[in-house]
């Protein structure tokens, strides 16, 4: 060991340097794990998520007598879009538009009695849409059309239809599992083809059954004969969907909107607050260990603090006499993040057991980002103390 | 290397009478790199106080004190290390030894900053200064007189244009002064180096030197 080195360590206090160690660990398995835990969960929650972004709003018009009685417009006109494009809260704004030929859809399955119903589809535009773009594809060779329906249609049937019919219940992941033929006529006899349907997401948001827009286009332009609508539902983006000033519009205009969504986003809220205060919690703790290995160093270097002047006096210069300090931060500090990181995805492997037995699908392994994150911390304490060692070397010298 | 003092006084001396000081009544004292110079003078009188001025370890005196025409007080940090190691060697009054390492890691402390003596020479050194056997005990378990010749030896272990001596031999008896004078001396000569030695009263030194009376 270097002569140096052997002088300047001999001051040092094993028990505040072990605190330190401990103190600073505990705050970083529990920053590290809140980190990991958080990112699980995101994912978790994220495969639950609507498949339109909380920030879009659907728009529709409240049903009327009027509209029942064919004297009110239950489509947006023209003007009206207009008029929404122009509020200051809106961004951007689409029209759904809708089929203009009769489709009906039905079952070829033997473990499901023959089922047809009359349907009507609507389309947005694709980046309105969160479902995985190869799922989302609508492809003339291939033939399969992708399909989002209500979350209530697949709970009207698991709740209430299977049940009371003696059919099995669905689970969602299954869904897309589901063979069903999709039939869309063209105008006049026989004018008709099959195509393969499939469900490839639920939506709470939106009461209707969505296609990808370049299908509806291509199939309006080639089965269609109704006569064009005008869009009953509207999709608006804003980038604060909780401003008051578009619930004011929406209801002075009498339209109406889904506020249910409200519900699902406030799970995700405690569950942000609970991990916040976890990660508060840990911060504080680095922080306070950080101040104690400040506090440890500092300790050391003014109880040496008679060597150091002598060091001085023989012609070191201070940065040669803070090596000694810094080579123990360093040592510290790489321990700090090898065990920390040790800990950490170790509890992440319990966690990923815990979370299998609820089937809950986690990462074992810690992510990227938690690496990056210890690694940043490390070196920003490693600086801080670093400074403040030579500093306090160099005031000595003086 | 030459170092000169102007007018230079540290602040405690202003107190007390000067009067025939040849040093803090001086108007320029010249000290030149290659000859010796013998500081004599009773306790109080600033011995220490000059070699530390010189040394850089004090800043409070009025006047200019200057090596190679730089002004010591406008000199870095980082210029009064390199000066130390390699220019300027100081055998403390208070040695400065660190009483948890051997009397040989002590020198080596020295040594390795400048790689200047090899470890044979180094121990030859202490035999002629008859601390060989001592030289793997902790500094801080010999003598005051043991200590001395390890301080003697350490400052020699640098390459050096001056050697500042603060009473070195204070606690020696006549024999082993004169024997560890010898060898400052010759280490001195093979640098061409400078020395300036203070002393309560050695007034019989061998060798040619100027003597400076505070």
Same mark, same amino acid.
């Given at each position: ?57 659907? +728009?529709? *018009?409240? !049903? ?6 064919? /004297?009110? $417009?239950? #489509? ?5 879009? @207009? ?86 219940? +669905?689970? *969602?992941? !299954? ?6 033929? /999709?039939? $869309?006529? #063209? ?5 008709? @083809? ?100 400040? $506090? ?103 | ?214």
């Amino acid at each position: 060991m270097r002569l140096i080195n052997r002088i300047l360590w001999k001051d040092h206090s094993r028990a505040h340097l072990l605190g330190a160690f401990l103190g600073t660990l505990a705050g970083f398995v529990l920053l590290l794990g809140g980190i990991q835990f958080y990112m699980d969960i995101k994912s978790v929650l994220t495969e639950n998520r609507d498949l339109l972004d909380p920030e879009y709003i659907v +728009i529709n *018009k409240k !049903v009327n007598i009027g509209q029942t009685l064919g /004297l009110d $417009l239950a #489509g947006f006109s023209e003007k009206e879009i @207009e008029e929404i494009k122009a509020q200051p809260f809106a961004d951007q704004v689409a029209a759904f538009i809708s089929n203009e030929f009769p489709v009906s859809a039905y079952t070829e399955n033997e473990r499901f009695p023959d089922f047809i119903t009359e349907l009507f589809f609507e389309a947005i535009p694709d980046e309105y849409i969160d479902v995985k773009s190869e799922d989302w594809q609508w492809d003339p060779e291939k033939g399969i059309i992708p399909v989002i329906i209500p979350q209530d249609y697949l709970n009207l049937y698991n709740f209430g239809f299977a049940p009371s019919q003696g059919l099995p219940q +669905i689970p *969602k992941g !299954v869904v897309s599992m589901i063979n069903f033929k /999709l039939r $869309l006529r #063209g105008e006049g006899r026989g004018n008709y @083809e099959d195509y393969q349907g499939r469900i490839v997401g639920f939506s709470n948001r939106v009461s209707s059954i969505l296609v990808p827009l370049d299908f509806l286009e291509w199939a309006n332009q080639k089965y269609g004969y109704f006569k064009k609508n005008d869009p009953s539902q509207i999709i608006l983006v804003s980038k604060d969907p909780t401003d008051p000033s578009i619930i004011r519009f929406i209801e002075e205009k009498g339209y109406d909107t889904i506020r249910e969504k409200l519900k699902s986003s406030r799970m995700n809220i405690i569950l942000k607050f609970v991990i916040s205060f976890l990660v508060i919690v840990a911060a504080i703790i680095i922080g306070l260990a950080f101040l104690v290995f400040l $506090l440890s160093l500092q300790l050391m270097i003014s109880r040496s603090s008679d060597k150091i002047k002598r060091l001085s006096k023989l012609g070191f210069h201070y940065r040669e006499i803070s090596r000694p300090y810094i080579l123990l931060l360093l040592l510290l500090m790489a321990g700090i993040t090898g065990f920390s990181l040790l800990l950490t995805s170790l509890l992440a492997g319990q966690l990923h057991q815990t979370a299998e037995t609820w089937s809950l699908n986690i990462s074992s392994s810690l992510h990227g980002i938690i690496y990056a994150f210890a690694l940043g911390l490390i070196l920003l304490i490693s600086a801080a103390n670093m400074a403040a060692i030579l500093i306090s070397t160099k005031k000595l010298c003086k | 290397m030459t170092i000169r003092l102007e007018k230079m006084i540290p602040l405690p001396m202003l107190e007390q009478d000067t009067g025939d000081s040849e040093v803090w009544e001086a108007d320029s004292l010249l000290l030149e790199q290659g000859k010796s110079y013998v500081v004599e003078a009773p306790s109080g009188r600033g011995k220490t106080s000059l070699l530390s001025v010189i040394y850089g370890l004090r800043t409070d005196y009025r006047g200019t004190v200057t090596i190679d025409d730089r002004d010591l007080s406008t000199l870095s940090m980082k210029e009064w290390s390199a000066l130390r190691k390699n220019k300027l060697s100081f055998i403390f009054q208070g040695l400065e030894l660190f009483d948890e390492l051997t009397a040989l890691e002590n020198i080596h402390l020295k040594n390795e900053q400048t790689a200047c003596h090899s470890r044979d020479r180094i121990l030859e050194m202490a035999g002629v200064l008859g601390i060989e056997q001592f030289l793997h005990r902790k500094a801080g378990i010999l003598s005051f007189g043991q200590q001395q010749r390890v301080a003697i030896i350490r400052a020699l272990c640098q390459p050096f244009d001056f050697l500042l001596a603060d009473e070195c031999f204070s606690h020696m008896d006549r024999a082993i002064s004169l024997t560890a004078y010898q060898l400052i001396r010759r280490e001195c000569d093979a640098r061409s180096a400078g020395l300036i030695l203070t002393s309560l009263n050695e007034t019989d030194l061998p060798h040619t030197h100027t003597r400076l009376k505070l």
